[in-house]
């Protein structure tokens, strides 16, 4: 019979061969296995990067970040839900990842490239793009690296925070731009005095909380509203993660896990496409192709030629090459002609093929008393001039529709559109020269980084920051058959012509222009700049002293949010008329969902 006394001893035995076991291989190459978290693999001492352990420490840094989502979000200079920092950052990084972790390898360089690429495509609002370009930028400085010393991460970061900066047309200090140059500055100094990752992680840290800290006396929007920069908490907040997760703290026990689904065919109801079925709907076809140097030269390679061959088999075609890797996606009836064109080229990273058939028939996407219609939709006829938008809410929507806009995408304050819907959108356009309305100051760096990315027409982002903008923008459009930069120096210069008041109500405390705002007080502002508060609508407009002459002015547009009640319609339309009874007013139901009211002046 062996004692609990010599049961006890062997087992302290084995683990101490496990811990001398991962000493002799905790600098080396990790071939096959994804350690967890604790004291059996001493991620404090690891000297080199490998892939398994960045996409480890990675995914407890995006785990740290959502857990202090909120609190990022409420960080927004403006006191209203204006792009949601922390959301849209997590989303940012939460794409990348689900990509990375599909990547079977443990090379760092290929790791880290498939999370910047995507992370590019899911980018939302400034501040995830300008993470998404950071990240991206360290990957393009990790190329050929298959396991990096804190030298080589160094050096990594260094591409990356130059990247940042040139996605940014104005950079602005004090904002995560600042955080991150700052910190790359400062360890690169220090580089010799980091004995493994461990102590350069820590210090990392310890160098970006002292530059977040002072992002407010660099920008003093940030200062006036008692806050430091929300896109620099967040990169913070990715960067502790990875500290805790270096610490062996246990990154399960963050709030809330990362939502990566597990591919699966169980979930799919297979009786959906019996033996008897027919082939209504075609395939969602997916490719990541990587070109190789020995098929093309993959620096001239241009991915018009497989957009072409795309056509005349498919539909619904998204094709776009970042670097050396092309992302394809087509509907089509014949999938497999997809991976024998595009193998000519490169190699496959990904393949997904998905019978649409079957997701039509669970999504239930057609009420039954309507004709079916395919989910390959048919391309819009070509034109020589598009319009795209962004807007939320049926009534914003329709307005836009009515000014000629060909496709609204859904978003807008506090729900950001990635670069990817986008690309999407300047694909099914099917013109030759598009001109894109924002329509926030959240969306215009993700606008023009599609711009970037799309290369079969010509693209020009208009920078409209609020809907009244667009609308001056759209109201005097004339396109004829005139030069294209024309057409767009003329809306750039008509996005002035009318005057913009929105009201909403504030998210949180804050002083602002002398103003003293309690959460949930109504604000109305013109662009940044809050002109007055109140408790109520009626006080709100009681407080506004500053309103223009509307003498000015013969028309006003006033657009009613999702929950405003009748009452405080009536408010609005007596205040208007008690100003200038002239006025030729005109009321529309926006069903938008952060502004109670938004007055557009013409």
């Known amino acids: 019979m062996i004692s609990i006394n010599q049961t006890k001893n062997k087992l302290d035995s084995f683990l101490s061969d496990i811990k001398t076991m991962s000493t002799t291989i905790k600098d080396s190459y990790i071939k096959d296995v994804s350690f967890k978290w604790g004291e059996i693999m001493d991620y404090v001492n690891f000297k080199k990067l490998d892939g398994v352990t960045f996409e480890n ?15 990022i979000n409420d960080l927004n200079v403006f006191p209203i839900p204006d792009g949601d ?72 970061m260094h591409s990356g925070v130059e990247r940042a900066y040139r996605a940014v047309v104005s950079p ?29 992680i820590k210090d990392g840290v310890n160098i970006m909380t002292k530059s977040l800290d002072n992002t407010p006396n660099l920008l003093k929007v940030l200062k006036d509203a008692g806050v430091v920069d ?26 809330e896990s990362l939502n990566i689904p597990t591919p699966t065919v169980n979930g799919l109801d297979l009786d959906k496409f019996t033996k008897d079925s027919e082939m209504t709907f075609g395939y969602c076809t997916e490719v990541l ?19 072409d061959y ?105 729900k950001n559109p990635a670069i990817a819907d986008f690309v999407e959108a300047f694909k099914e356009i099917n013109c030759d020269n598009i001109y894109v309305l924002p329509n926030n100051s959240n969306i215009i760096l993700a606008a023009n980084q599609a711009k970037e990315l799309y290369k079969d027409a010509n693209i020009y982002v208009v920078p409209t920051k609020n809907f009244g903008e667009a609308y001056g923008a759209l109201s005097m459009l004339v396109f004829e058959d005139r030069d294209p930069d024309d057409i767009f120096k003329d809306l750039c210069d008509n996005i002035h012509n009318n005057k913009t008041y929105q009201i909403s109500r504030a998210i949180r405390d804050t002083l602002s222009g002398g103003l003293d705002i309690k959460e949930r007080d109504y604000i109305i ?66 069903q938008q969902e952060i502004f109670d009211f938004i007055m557009i002046l013409e």
């Not at 223009?548 to 009536?570: H, P, R």
């Open 525 to 590: 502002f013109e662009n940044k700049n809050i002109l007055a508060n109140g408790k109520t609508i009626p006080e709100l407009l009681h407080n506004f002293k500053e309103v223009d002459n509307l003498e000015e002015y013969e028309i006003i547009t006033i657009l009613f949010g999702k929950d405003v009640n009748k009452t405080d319609q009536e408010n609005i339309k007596a205040w208007v008329q008690e100003l200038n009874s002239d006025l030729e007013v005109y009321e529309i139901d926006g």
């Open 310 to 414: 795309l056509q005349t088999i498919g539909d619904s075609i998204v094709c776009f090459k970042l670097d050396s890797i092309v992302k394809v996606h087509v509907h089509t009836f014949e999938p497999y002609k997809v991976l024998q064109f595009c193998q000519q080229f490169g190699e496959f990273l990904t393949i997904k093929i998905e019978n649409m058939t079957i997701q039509h028939n669970e999504t239930h996407f057609f009420e039954e008393n309507k004709k079916e219609e395919p989910l390959i939709k048919k391309v819009r006829p070509h034109k020589k001039y598009g319009l795209i938008t962004v807007a939320d809410g049926s009534g914003i929507i329709e307005f836009f529709k009515n000014l000629g806009v060909d496709i609204v995408i859904d978003g807008g304050q506090g």
């Open 289 to 307: 192709v990587r070109l190789m140097s020995k098929k093309v030269d993959v620096e001239t390679f241009d991915e018009k030629v497989i957009i």
């Open 172 to 200: 602005v200090e004090g904002t995560i731009l600042t955080v991150a140059r700052e910190t790359w500055e400062e360890t690169s100094k220090k580089a010799a005095s980091y004995d493994n990752l461990y102590d350069y």
């Open 57 to 71: 420490l990675i995914i407890a840094g995006a785990r740290y970040l959502k857990s202090h989502e909120t609190e």
């Open 230 to 255: 929300s896109g620099g908490a967040g990169l913070l907040y990715i960067i502790y993660g990875i500290k805790d997760a270096l610490e062996g703290k246990n990154v399960e026990d963050v709030e």
């Open 85 to 156: 920092t922390g959301s849209n950052m997590y989303r940012t990084l939460n794409g990348g990842i689900e990509a990375m972790r599909k990547v079977n390898s443990t090379r760092l360089d290929q790791k880290i490239e498939s999370l910047g690429t995507n992370m590019v495509m899911n980018a939302r609002g400034n501040s995830g793009v300008i993470l998404s370009q950071l990240f991206y930028g360290i990957a393009e400085g990790f190329k050929g690296v298959e396991v990096a010393t804190v030298d080589d991460i160094i050096k990594a």
